[in-house]
């Protein structure tokens, strides 16, 4: 992810000096993250690259207010969470539709060497268990081990405290590592012992 000293000079070259090109690069610079984490609520690609849309045209349109914007990283995750929610009730309303159906995707898991020797079968499980966390718990655990955010900023980001956060993250992988474990014990047979 881009460095946080690059994002306040990108955001003051936009603000003083209505820099597009400083706007393009925060664009490009944040739009996969941002893309994934709207993609997560909604399970849309088109809603999902509408909602960044809107987020970036509004940010353009207010750029002589971004000197006031404390963390825009931040502030641009906050301003995803509130339009892809905002499209989320709407789509309520209009279908009916619970929260709960809509997934997070996880576009990625970093491996160390070790466990690049995991199999497909244990990546589906992996995957599975993820699918299955309940949504603040998949929030949490995408902001987290994917973006690489810190739990003060996911906190900001969710309205939740930093405490609710570890908690969240905690039991996600708890879960996570609870299926992965029972799967192992399940699927590899016991080795006898040589003498």
């Given at each position: ?92 309303r209009d279908a009916t539709h619970n929260i709960d159906e ?94």
């Amino acid at each position: 992810m881009i460095a946080a000293t690059r994002i306040k000079y990108l955001q003051n070259r936009i603000a003083k000096y209505s820099d597009q090109y400083a706007y393009k690069e925060l664009f490009t610079s944040l739009y996969s993250y941002l893309y994934h984490f709207a993609f997560s609520f909604i399970k849309s690609k088109q809603s999902a690259e509408e909602i960044l849309s809107d987020v970036f045209i509004k940010i353009w349109e207010k750029r002589t207010e971004m000197d006031e914007i404390a963390n825009l990283k931040v502030y641009l995750y906050v301003a995803t969470r509130n339009t892809a929610l905002n499209y989320v009730e709407k789509q309520k309303r209009d279908a009916t539709h619970n929260i709960d159906e809509f997934t997070a995707g996880i576009k990625s898991l970093y491996f160390d060497p070790e466990q690049l020797m995991v199999t497909a079968e244990m990546m589906n499980l992996i995957q599975k268990a993820i699918d299955d966390l309940p949504i603040k718990c998949r929030m949490v655990f995408k902001l987290v081990k994917e973006d690489g955010m810190k739990y003060r900023e996911v906190a900001e980001i969710m309205d939740i405290s930093t405490k609710t956060v570890e908690n969240q993250l905690a039991i996600a992988l708890r879960k996570i590592g609870s299926a992965v474990d029972f799967d192992i014990k399940r699927t590899i047979p016991a080795m006898g012992h040589t003498r």
